[in-house]
């Protein structure tokens, strides 16, 4: 099992950053796969970034550079930098875990509670 928890979500203006953090328990954070997802009010949760346990990334189709996913393995975390950020990056950001490669979102059985980002124009 792995437990995660999502911290530093908050109301921001446009053009801020923010990192957004993920605290992992259970299995060691470089051992498994992490990734982020958002979900926008009225829209499907979308992925964001993986990172797996070579440290090697991988981001959503349509994310754009702004968004930069890193791990610290002596805090067992993993974090998202999101840089220029827009009111069109308003959502609850999910962190998930996978011990096995993760095709899509299915593949990812461990889940935290979401973190609300709120981007203001």
């Known amino acids: 099992q792995v437990q995660l928890v999502e911290s530093g979500g908050g109301l921001v203006q446009a053009g801020d950053s923010l990192r957004v953090s993920c605290a992992a328990s259970?299995?060691?954070?470089?051992?498994?796969?992490m990734g982020w997802f958002r979900q926008a009010p009225g829209k499907a949760r979308e992925f964001v970034a993986r990172?797996?346990?070579?440290?090697?990334?991988h981001y959503g189709e349509f994310m754009s550079s702004r968004f930069t996913i890193t791990r610290d393995d002596a805090k067992n975390a993993a974090y998202l930098e999101m840089n220029r950020l827009t009111p069109e990056d308003t959502a609850v950001y999910y962190c998930?875990?996978?011990?096995?490669?993760?095709?899509?979102?299915?593949?990812?059985?461990?889940w935290g509670q979401g973190t609300q980002v709120t981007v203001s124009s």
């Open positions: 998930a875990a996978a011990l096995d490669y993760p095709s899509g979102r299915s593949d990812y059985p461990f």
């Open positions: 259970g299995r060691t954070a470089r051992t498994i796969f």
């Open positions: 990172i797996g346990p070579s440290g090697g990334t």
